[in-house]
């Protein structure tokens, strides 16, 4: 077994394999291509390569391609599905769960992003009331604050 199999076990990292079977997301929606730590009830850190291959740079913005700030709170959010699905055993047991974004607060761009930038997605759980979670996030570049904000989902069974 190589090193990035037993760590995907161990539930630390997430292929994109994994990101599919808990994000009903599929291209171009799905915002995050791997899971380089996870600690179930606590935090999660995510990767997102930024493309110029990605069909909305094409209208946003043509002449300086900006990666749109609603797709980074997007890719967030789908952090926090992935922290949640990973953590609650009452979302594991849900024969269909979605995970749904509900609320946004304190959101603030620091950054621009741009095609070839490597978004570092960072969440961590505030706390879970009457199924709400709350969640701080945190998306940078190179080390740099691109977006912060504070995230609220929660899971519902599908029909």
């Known amino acids: ?14 292929d994109i394999h994994e990101v599919m079977k808990h994000l009903p997301h599929r291209y171009p929606f799905l915002l995050i291509d791997r899971v380089i730590e996870c600690n179930p009830g606590e935090g999660l850190i ?18 300086r ?8 709170m997007e890719a967030l959010a789908q952090a926090t599905g992935l922290l ?3 953590s609650d055993e009452a979302i594991k ?6 995970y749904y974004f509900v609320g946004i607060d304190k959101a603030r761009f620091k950054r621009v992003v741009e095609p ?4 570092r997605l960072e969440v961590h759980l505030k706390r879970a009331v009457r199924g709400i979670w709350m969640f701080t996030a945190e998306a ?7 977006a912060t904000a504070e995230l609220m989902c929660t899971a519902k069974e599908s029909e």
């Open 93 to 98: 047991g849900m024969k269909n769960p979605i």
């Open 46 to 63: 995510a990767l997102k390569n930024v493309s110029i291959n990605e069909p909305f740079f094409q209208g946003h913005f043509p002449q």
């Open 116 to 119: 070839g930038d490597q978004l």
């Open 1 to 14: 077994m190589n090193d990035s199999t037993n760590k995907a076990q161990t539930g630390k990292c997430l």
């Open 140 to 146: 940078t570049v190179d080390g740099q604050v691109a």
């Open 65 to 72: 391609p900006v990666f749109p700030g609603v797709l980074i």
């Open 84 to 86: 949640a699905f990973r």
